[in-house]
């Protein structure tokens, strides 16, 4: 069974960039059909879908955030990432990477998830 | 911008039925919206429970089941227990590539 573990900076400065990896596990990334995708979730807050990415490099943007985001793949890693520009602290979240199926979008594999706090 | 709609909160009695219902600010939900449906318990990542309308994933128990109900979509928990105490997120795909998420439902079962 596939697994994804998220990675990165626990604590960011406001107005610099967010960076987050999702290595995926027990499975090729450029394998079948499946977008690669990115949510968060503020604390005792619900969840908000970011985005995702195919594996052509093909992505889809959440449009209140899409002037700050970028997702890219390296398949050569079996790794997808996260960049959230110019952060404040109302981008403080839980960071999840989940794997969505290509035909109706179902999140079906979730990593644990990771902290990102903004703060100076 | 699409908006959508779940109860922030429900309550039901154990061994009793709720369903739990995922709308559109505008418009009415279909199978065209590809509908899935995610629990999830404090400090834990979402589980998914239900895609495409009313597919159990693998593991979810059979008291769990969506639907369409009117213009929205629904998951039914049928025999409700403690451990279904959780928050429930639906998620609906809105077309050019795009989910959204529900504001999600803090059920409380007692």
């Known amino acids: 069974q596939v697994q994804l573990q998220e990675s990165g900076p626990g604590l960011v400065k406001p107005s610099q960039t967010l960076s987050l990896t999702c290595t995926v596990s027990?499975?090729?990334?450029?394998?079948?059909?499946?977008?690669w995708s990115w949510i968060r979730q503020p604390a005792g807050k619900g969840l908000e879908w970011i985005g995702r990415?195919?594996?052509?490099?093909?992505?889809n943007y959440n449009p209140s955030l899409k002037s700050r985001v970028t997702i890219s793949v390296d398949t050569s890693k079996n790794q997808f990432s996260l960049k959230l520009s110019s952060v404040t602290a109302a981008d403080t979240a839980v960071y999840y990477c989940?794997?969505?199926?290509?035909?109706?979008?179902?999140?079906?594999?979730w990593g644990k998830g990771t902290t990102v706090t903004v703060s100076s | 911008q699409t908006v959508v709609t779940q109860e922030p909160s429900f309550s039901v009695s154990p061994g009793g039925t709720v369903t739990l219902t995922c709308g559109l600010s505008?418009?009415?939900?279909?199978?065209?919206?590809?509908p899935s449906w995610y629990q999830q318990t404090p400090g834990q990542a979402p589980r998914t429970l239900i895609y495409?309308?009313?597919t159990r994933s693998s593991g979810v128990p059979d008291r769990f089941s969506g639907s369409i109900l009117g213009n929205k979509a629904a998951l039914t928990i049928t025999g409700a227990q403690a451990d279904d105490e959780s928050d429930y997120y639906c998620?609906?795909?809105?077309?050019?590539?795009?989910?959204?998420f529900g504001g999600g439902t803090k059920l409380t079962v007692l």
């Open positions: 989940a794997r969505a199926a290509a035909g109706d979008a179902t999140l079906d594999v």
């Open positions: 027990s499975g090729s990334i450029s394998r079948g059909s499946y977008y």
């Open positions: 990415i195919y594996t052509s490099g093909s992505t």
């Open positions: 505008s418009g009415s939900v279909s199978t065209n919206y590809y």
């Open positions: 495409s309308t009313n």
């Open positions: 998620v609906l795909y809105v077309g050019s590539g795009i989910s959204v």
